[in-house]
């Protein structure tokens, strides 16, 4: 390894990493240093191991006293951070016998988690490796207060960071699609909300748009989401430059990857995908957008969903009669919708720049 300074950060998977991308930038940007990844996932490390962003990528080796001490013998890194909370209490003890300056990036913690059980102290006490918990929210202090610890920061989710950062620009083809209508996008949808705006649209609203942009763009599922409705209100974004006139064309399913943000800059409402299963796609897309929001039932283990909510940015969905109220109540874009839409994108601007709390501690 070259003598520069090494700063090296433990990912789970690809999205704990997408979440600190800012920091990393930032920290690049303002530091000579060489910035590495670990990852446990092969998610994380197959789609990022050429990055340009990093200067290594690798997996982090299974948790045992031995290989914590010869992996940090190989990289000695100056500064070690922990994304989230995928926590290994050897690589942990490691640390701290080492001295090696380590940080918690965007924590977050739960009544629930296992180091909150009363067999759990053991592992409580190797936490005292961090120098600092940067954590997303108060239960998380209130957590490590709980335990002994009182060097932790409160800094928002870092990935209100991330969705500020791209410079998007809508879909030519999406705006003639929508024209003078009200666009309802359906993002990273699963069966469950398919079905939904099955049983709502068409029949329902005159002025009605909808993009569906699936979570599974696999040919079996495509098909499955053609039969719910009538083959003559429904284009696939693949077929769009053969259609001449879109015609009575309601639907738009896309069935290509890598679009939804920019499809949801079009959007004037927009029903996330995995709320029926708990596996919500990523709200704040979205929200930064500005846009009423919408998703299934199943998403309390998301903070910034019941944020959301409790702030009345968010509508929980159960039923069709739920989606057709949701759609009605703001399809006339009028003053509630205006206002609502406003207040979703700045509850996402006012909780940007964690990332710069970080950097700062760091420098």
């Known amino acids: 390894m070259p003598q520069d300074s090494v700063y090296c950060f433990h990912c789970a998977s690809l999205g704990e990493y997408e979440m600190i991308v800012p920091l ?21 490390y197959e789609q990022k191991k050429n990055d340009a962003l990093l200067d290594g990528v690798f997996y982090l080796p299974i948790d045992t006293p031995r290989n914590a001490r010869k992996f940090l013998e190989i990289l000695n890194p100056d500064l070690f951070g922990i994304v989230k909370y995928d926590l290994w209490f050897n690589l942990l003890d490691e640390l701290k016998a080492r001295q090696i300056p380590t940080i918690l990036v965007n924590g977050f913690l739960r009544p629930d988690h296992f180091l909150a059980k009363s067999w759990a102290k053991t592992f409580r006490k190797s936490l005292i490796a961090f120098d600092h918990f940067f954590v997303q929210n108060q239960e998380s202090k209130h957590l490590l207060k709980q335990w002994g610890y009182e060097n932790s920061t409160l800094t928002h989710d870092l990935r209100f960071d991330r969705v500020s950062k791209e410079d998007l620009v809508a879909l030519e083809e999406i705006e003639a699609f929508k024209g003078n209508d009200f666009l309802l996008v359906a993002g990273s949808s699963w069966p469950e909300e398919e079905r939904l705006i099955a049983d709502i649209s068409g029949s329902v609203f005159d002025g009605l748009k909808v993009v569906i942009v699936p979570h599974d763009i696999g040919e079996k599922h495509i098909e499955q989401i053609v039969s719910l409705f009538d083959p003559n209100r429904l284009t696939l974004w693949s077929d769009m430059a053969q259609v001449q006139e879109m015609g009575n064309t309601d639907i738009l399913l896309i069935d290509e990857i890598g679009m939804l943000k920019r499809v949801y800059l079009s959007a004037d409402a927009c029903f996330i995908g995995g709320g029926f299963s708990g596996n919500v796609h990523n709200v704040l897309e979205a929200a930064v957008v500005g ?31 739920d989606l057709r109220k949701f ?16 207040k979703t994108k700045s509850w996402v601007v006012k909780r940007q720049g964690g990332s710069d709390s970080i950097v700062e501690y760091i420098q």
């Open 291 to 321: 846009m009423p929001l919408a998703c299934g039932p199943l998403s309390d283990k998301f903070p910034e969903i019941k944020m959301l909510e409790n702030e009345g940015l968010l509508s929980r969905i159960s039923t069709g009669n």
């Open 327 to 342: 759609v009605a109540s703001f399809k006339g874009k009028g003053q509630n919708w205006k206002q609502l839409s406003e």
């Open 24 to 44: 990393l930038e930032a920290i690049k940007k303002q530091n000579e240093v060489l910035v590495v990844v670990s990852f446990f996932s092969p998610s994380g």
